[in-house]
């Protein structure tokens, strides 16, 4: 398409005009990136225009880069999607590759930053939904993207999203497609932690980037800050985003989207789904206004800017298409030619110079001292300390201060993303052009787990919870390890990161067992079968009529019972058997010679007949020996 009214080209460009292939003519620079330069032109075949990424001359004498360039060519013009930037053709002109794609006239999602124009909720939704739509189905054709960010979300001539530059694409199945030299793929301030960790991309690396994208034009804030972009890559591995606005339905899903572990977030087809029912909810967004700003050509398709007003100048776009016509015509030398002034004209500009320098000299002193001003102006420091490092960076830029860094370092106080310290400190007074450098947390440091396997339990959690570990504990029998000690760990001994959580197990010693049988044993051989089982015996003595003396009467607990280890088990020896002297009753009372029998341990048999009075009769008689228990009778009158 033409550029519109009030746009011409500047600088010089030789490669405008020039004719690719015989097929493509450049008409107009419109942006770089991703490894070349690129072009608005005219398909003479078609007459259509379109936009040409003619690469980099340094890559055409790199044989691994044009091989790669010819994969990733063919395996992007594969795709066909209506949220994708399409690739017509590809070429290799005098040895340099260039792309043919579709022009997109509404610039980039960076270019609506640049004009601080502030997307709505339900505008945000949809680009997401679209934008999530095109990963689905560039996935699905095993093809990764790795390099999501602002200036690859282009919008066509009816305002819809479409992504573009699959120039870092890796396919899935092996083969990687990297920038010449082996140089670091992806944009870093958009990179994913696997990535910035230099760990293999997957799908959902490409699912964090677009997170970041969208949490940026969402809250309208971007949750990492760096004084260099690998700092700001860096900053992702050791803080975790905090949801400004828990509960808003779209933060909620982009929050799913940048998880630091890769298992914990959406795939690309659950985003479709759940910010479609976002965007359902709602409504149907008002139209983007792409109105171009001094810096941002309708044609540009990159971050570029290369575009400038010239009131009361022509069009580029005008020169541009009377070029098309011209055979031969050199495009930069129209553009550069300028047209004779009248005598007239020259005179007046003569008459006006010397009030235009005088104009000159007092705005540039005004500027002057504004800007010393803005440079020397004392500021006060507020208190940062605690909040997150995102939050005090754009607290310390609103306040006025020009240049803001941060350093990473560990805290035993401060959670990972928190502001540990700021120097100078806060409440200091100093210039908005002095550097503050925020000292933001990593977390805790990194605590050194030792071998705690034989250690009492007491002792290994006293240790744990100093130290800083979580400890969670179970018990299990071991014949081995002692009661009440540590018989195994995990993690192993090593550096792991705060609050770890440690599993210990604690022995309770040997298992229970079952009680041996030590009836009729002997004092020595009980004792020694019931220590070879795993208990303590304890003995006691007892008559026994029927067991001889020395040997066990019995056993408690009884022989088969399951019991602890180490429990104690009574055994009963015999003393043999009981024997007593019958005592003289004769002549008592017949109730006071039962009670003295009874008390004797005896059993009283009284003759039916002679059966009160003083007793005159007992048998066994007075002094036999009988054993403990016999009966003895007695008659009485």
Do not use: C
Request: charged share 20%.
């Amino acid at each position: 398409m033409a550029a519109r009214e009030g746009w011409v080209l500047t600088g010089r460009d030789e490669n405008l005009g020039r004719v690719l292939v015989g097929k493509y003519r450049i008409e107009a620079r419109i942006g770089s990136g991703g490894g070349g330069v690129v072009y608005r032109a005219l398909d003479l075949d078609l007459r259509r225009r379109v936009a040409i990424k003619l690469m980099l001359r340094a890559y055409s004498g790199d044989a691994a880069f044009m091989k790669s360039f010819a994969a990733e060519a063919r395996a992007t013009a594969q795709l066909n999607h209506p949220n994708i930037v399409r690739i017509y053709d590809w070429r290799i002109d005098n040895d340099e590759p260039f792309l043919v794609m579709e022009l997109m006239e509404n610039g980039s999602l960076s270019m609506l930053y640049q004009r601080h124009i502030r997307l709505s909720r339900a505008q945000v939704a949809e680009i997401g939904h679209a934008t999530a739509q095109a990963l689905e189905y560039a996935h699905g054709k095993r093809l990764l993207h790795r390099d999501i960010k602002p200036a690859n979300l282009l919008f066509d001539h009816s305002g819809r999203v479409r992504l573009a530059d699959f120039g870092l694409a890796q396919i899935l199945s092996g083969a990687t497609i990297t920038e010449a030299g082996n140089r670091a793929i992806g944009t870093p301030r958009y990179m994913s932690p696997e990535q910035a960790a230099g760990e293999k991309s997957r799908e959902v690396s490409d699912v964090y980037s677009l997170g970041l994208v969208l949490f940026e034009a969402a809250t309208g804030v971007f949750p990492f800050t760096g004084d260099t972009p690998l700092l700001i890559a860096q900053a992702r591995l050791y803080q975790r985003v905090v949801n400004p606005h828990p509960g808003d339905e779209l933060l909620d899903v982009v929050m799913a989207m940048i998880e630091r572990d890769p298992a914990d977030r959406l795939e690309a087809k659950d985003v479709v789904k759940r910010l479609a029912a976002v965007a359902a909810n709602l409504g149907t967004p008002a139209p983007i206004v792409f109105s171009p700003g001094a810096r941002d050509s309708p044609e540009a398709i990159m971050d570029d800017t290369r575009h400038e007003v010239v009131p009361g100048s022509a069009t580029a776009g005008s020169f541009a298409d009377g070029l098309t016509e011209m055979a031969g015509a050199s495009a930069t030398g129209v553009l550069d030619r300028p047209q004779p002034a009248s005598e007239p004209e020259r005179a007046k500009r003569r008459r006006r110079w010397p009030w235009l320098f005088v104009l000159f000299l007092l705005l540039a002193l005004v500027g002057g001292g504004l800007a010393a001003y803005h440079y020397l102006r004392p500021i006060s420091i507020p208190p940062l300390v605690g909040r997150s490092g995102s939050s005090a960076a754009a607290l310390l830029h609103r306040d006025g201060f020009l240049h803001v860094g941060e350093v990473l370092r560990y805290s035993a106080t401060y959670p990972a993303g928190e502001i540990a310290a700021t120097s100078p400190g806060s409440g200091s007074t100093v210039l908005a052009n002095a550097k503050i450098t925020l000292v933001v947390s990593r977390g805790h440091a990194p605590i050194r787990l030792g071998n705690l396997v034989g250690t009492p339990s007491a002792t290994a959690l006293d240790q744990l919870s100093r130290l800083g570990f979580a400890v969670s504990r179970s018990a299990a029998y071991s014949t081995s390890a002692p009661a009440g000690t540590v018989i195994s760990q995990l993690p192993r001994p090593g550096t792991y990161r705060f609050r770890t959580r440690v599993a210990l197990v604690i022995s309770s010693g040997p298992p229970p067992r079952p009680v041996p049988n030590v009836y009729l044993d002997s004092q020595n051989q009980a004792s020694s079968q019931l220590a070879a089982a795993g208990f303590s015996a304890s003995f006691q003595q007892a008559y026994s009529n029927s067991i001889p003396a020395g040997e066990a009467v019995s056993q408690s607990p009884a022989a088969g019972q399951v019991e602890a280890y180490n429990s104690q088990v009574v055994v009963t020896i015999s003393m043999g058997p009981h024997y007593v002297q019958v005592p003289n009753v004769v002549g008592d009372p017949l109730a006071a010679a039962e009670a003295t029998l009874n008390a004797g341990g005896f059993t009283v048999q009284v003759d039916p007949i002679f059966n009160s009075g003083q007793v005159f009769l007992e048998n066994p008689t007075a002094g036999t020996t009988v054993l403990y228990g016999s009966a003895v009778a007695l008659a009485a009158q």
